[in-house]
């Protein structure tokens, strides 16, 4: 090729030896990552360190070499930093806009970086030290809201409403234990994520472009300064999978989905035909037309977000499925909605962790509404057994005393004694305790029923668990 073709069109100086003209200027926006990965800038110069620093301890950069690559590195995250980093289009993506601007600061010595490495290593290497972090957060905020849910749930351990089937009435509860199934259902959250993290744990850096690297490095070393377990034990699959970032979202999107269904009791136990709870009007907004509306946004948002995290686990578990080994150019589509997947479920986390602590729950309209309903009819079918009936004739005796209740427009326990006589015989003055809602929630005392001495036991169970949580936190 001759001279002046050349300087006609400069390809890119990175990886442009091979090139005879310059990328396309669409082209070139089109596979620039730039724009979003420089997200991952303080793990791409953490783990460069890391690299270089094993790189200089195995001779293969000299100490002073390392030494100019450290300065000019620290230079680099400091422009970042103070929003005076130059990104450019045409470096393609965060490890070159570094590298480059490296060189542009320390001169040939950051050209030596590179040395044994890949981009796809490098990736690979930050992305999984950007979701580490990330997990941490999100587990924080998690503990932040189980630990909003058990307080209230301590303060409720005798308050009664109705529970749900169907979302009919189906048998009275405490408000306590309903609180704490939400705390259940995010305790597995967090065991799921705390499984992500500890398989995400290990180091990829050496796998360099797929089959690894000639040069004499010391992997786990590297591993080792990054704080992974581990290096990864395959170069190839190091580099292509990004299983990991689809089990975060799959958690995510299980977080996400217990978060909508509390929402959606959230919005159902506010409105005006429940009034089980009062969100404070911080919380919430108004209409532009309707002066009296207050809506429940926050929960209402939380649901509707949740729709966006499944998104993005369908969009990562469709970006891997047709991949070949190793590296493909697809993957640099697992970072947007990887990004948004932490940023969205960080958000609604935070707004339920705020939120919860400031309900306002409403006994009174909770007790009048387990009083509707017949919420203590498997009481007297259980009153009926223990005296002797078989569960299903017990069950058939109630069924005809409630349809008679339905017809006369009362309650169970509003029925008199002869009444209920006239359905069976065998029923004393007793009777009315096991029909009272006090009576029906303490009866349910075993492990796992909702009765108060047992909600006060799991409060104070649950209270021990996550205390566990933060103590081993902070001996990490
Ligand atoms: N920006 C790329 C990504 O996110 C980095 C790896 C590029 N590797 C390559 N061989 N083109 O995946």
């Known amino acids: 090729m001759s001279q002046s073709k050349k300087s006609q069109s400069t390809p890119s100086a990175l990886w442009g030896g091979r090139f005879a003209e310059a990328t396309d200027t669409f082209v070139q926006r089109f596979t620039a990552s730039q724009g979003f990965d420089r997200l ?4 791409d110069i953490r783990g460069s360190l890391a690299h270089a620093r ?14 100019e690559i450290e300065s000019g590195l620290a230079t680099i995250a400091l422009e970042i930093k103070e929003g005076r980093f130059d990104w450019r289009v045409d470096r393609e993506d965060v490890h070159m806009n570094i590298e480059a601007r490296l060189t542009e600061i320390i001169g040939e010595t950051g050209k030596k970086l590179h040395t044994g490495r890949s981009r796809n290593d490098q990736v690979a290497t930050d992305i999984r030290l950007w979701l580490r972090e990330a997990i941490d957060v999100i587990c924080a905020e998690l503990t932040r809201l189980q630990e909003g849910i058990v307080n209230l749930a301590g303060e409720h351990t005798d308050t009664v409403m109705p529970g749900f089937t169907h979302l009919q009435v189906a048998q009275p509860i405490t408000f306590g234990h309903h609180l704490l199934a939400w705390y259940e259902m995010l ?6 994520l705390q499984d992500c993290r500890g398989r995400l744990n290990e180091c990829p850096l050496g796998a360099a472009a797929l089959a690894g690297t000639t040069f004499g490095i010391d992997r786990n070393m590297t591993a080792a300064d990054l704080g992974f377990d581990q290096p990864t ?11 990991f970032a689809i089990e975060f979202a799959a958690a995510a999107a299980l977080v996400g989905t217990h978060l909508s269904r509390m929402a959606e009791e959230l ?9 089980f709870v009062t969100i404070p009007d911080r919380f919430c907004t108004g209409s532009s037309i309707m002066p009296q509306k207050k809506n429940p946004d926050v929960p209402e948002l939380v649901r509707g977000k949740t729709g966006r995290i499944n998104g993005h686990l369908v969009a990562l578990l469709t970006l891997m499925k047709a991949q070949p080994l ?5 993957n640099q589509e697992d970072k947007e909605p990887l990004f948004d997947c932490v940023a969205t479920l960080h958000d609604c986390l935070r707004a339920f962790a705020d939120m919860v602590p400031a309900l306002h729950p409403n006994r009174d309209a909770m007790g009048s509404a387990a009083l509707e309903g017949f919420a203590t009819a498997t009481d007297l079918a259980d009153y009926l057994v223990r005296r002797g009936l078989p569960f299903r004739d017990a069950h058939e005796v109630v069924g005809r005393a409630v349809a008679h209740c339905i017809a006369e427009g009362c309650r169970l326990e509003d029925l008199a004694l002869e009444t209920l006589h006239d359905f069976h015989n065998n029923i004393d003055i007793d009777v009315f ?5 006090q009576g029906s929630v303490a009866a349910r005392d075993h492990i796992g029923g909702t009765s108060p001495t047992q909600v006060k036991a799991a409060v104070a169970a649950a209270r021990e668990r996550l205390a566990g949580r933060l103590t081993a936190d902070r001996e990490a």
């Open 40 to 43: 991952l800038a303080p793990q």
């Open 54 to 67: 094993m790189l200089a301890v195995q001779g293969i950069l000299s100490k002073t070499e390392f030494e």
């Open 187 to 192: 305790e597995r959250d967090f065991g799921r």
């Open 233 to 243: 034990r395959n170069s190839l699959d190091s580099v292509s999978d990004r299983d």
């Open 267 to 275: 919005v159902i136990w506010t409105s005006a035909q429940f009034s």
């Open 326 to 330: 190793a590296y493909n150019k697809d």
């Open 433 to 437: 305790e096991v029909l009272t809602l």
